[in-house]
């Protein structure tokens, strides 16, 4: 099994998929009016019903997506999209100019709002991408289906590095969006998901992080969110003990000058 299995969907497929079905539902309600039209029905050729669903499947999407994720900016762009999307059938139906207002002001409302908001979109579908690469990578070599989640963070082992290389390491992560870090007196903790936003979170014990003491001390959690995304229960230590493993082999990888490795790697767990 490659480790490209091992993963449940991302929420991120739905959109792609949702729009393809209403390009499909479009096309046949197009057809189905026209055909009705030409026996005779009194009948409008603008499809309602699929523009109707269209709105309600972004507005369902966004309110999901807050539960998942806990972001607010989620189903306020649901609800706007969707909002904007259900008054084109006004429009088309004849109900005035009134109508051709509310619309151009809902669209005008829905790009300010992308546009304000753009850092924080942007920024959590980059962390999330790159969190479902880390995992992928730490379960690539994991087929023991055996013990569950367990809350106790892993004692992973030891590092080597000063605390200079390793604080250039952690921002070099956060610049690339690979993970969030929280510093502490004793410690830096690096703070990745697949669920919950790491926008929103201010802890990092919300989320899986993994504990770089300045001592060379390794510890990692994994959310049990994130540890259920796995389509099977794999070894749990062996996950940690995995996870801890990549994130060594990427200071590593930092300490020799081949920032650029990290990202490549990161990039083939697809």
């Known amino acids: 099994m490659s480790y490209n299995s091992k993963i ?16 499909i539902l479009l096309f046949s309600e197009i057809e189905i009016r026209r055909y009705l039209k030409i026996a005779g029905e009194v009948i409008v050729k603008f499809p309602f019903i699929t523009v109707f669903l269209v709105s309600l499947f972004f507005i369902v999407l966004g309110i999901i997506q807050w539960f998942r994720y806990k972001n607010w900016i989620y189903p306020v762009l649901g609800i706007l999209i969707g909002i904007t ?39 959590h579908e980059r962390f999330e991408i790159n969190s479902r690469r880390l995992f992928r990578l730490a379960s690539e070599r994991i087929y023991e289906v ?9 004692v992973a082992g030891q590092f080597e590095c000063s605390k200079d290389e390793l604080l250039g390491f952690i921002r070099f992560l956060h610049g690339s969006y690979v993970a969030k870090p929280f510093y502490l007196e004793s410690s830096v903790t690096i703070a990745f998901s697949m669920n919950k936003s790491l926008m929103v979170i201010t802890e990092p014990s919300e989320v ?22 796995y389509k099977e229960r794999l070894s749990f230590d062996q996950l940690c003990s995995s996870m801890a493993d990549v994130f060594a082999r990427f200071l590593d990888y930092y300490k020799k000058g081949l920032e650029s490795r990290i990202l490549t790697e990161l990039k083939s767990a697809k």
Do not use: C, H
Request: proline share 2%; net charge neutral.
């Open 208 to 229: 899986s992080n993994v504990i770089f003491g300045y001592d060379g001390s390794i510890r990692v959690v994994i959310s049990e969110k994130d540890y259920k995304d």
């Open 85 to 123: 999307t259900a008054q084109i059938s006004f429009i088309y139906s004849g109900f005035g100019d009134i109508f051709k207002f509310t619309y151009f002001s809902s669209f005008i409302i829905l790009i300010l709002f992308i546009v304000i908001n753009w850092k924080s979109i942007y920024s």
């Open 8 to 23: 449940k969907m991302s929420i991120g497929w739905i959109y792609p998929i949702g729009i393809l079905i209403s390009y």
């Open 146 to 154: 055996s013990d569950g989640f367990t809350e106790r963070p892993f």
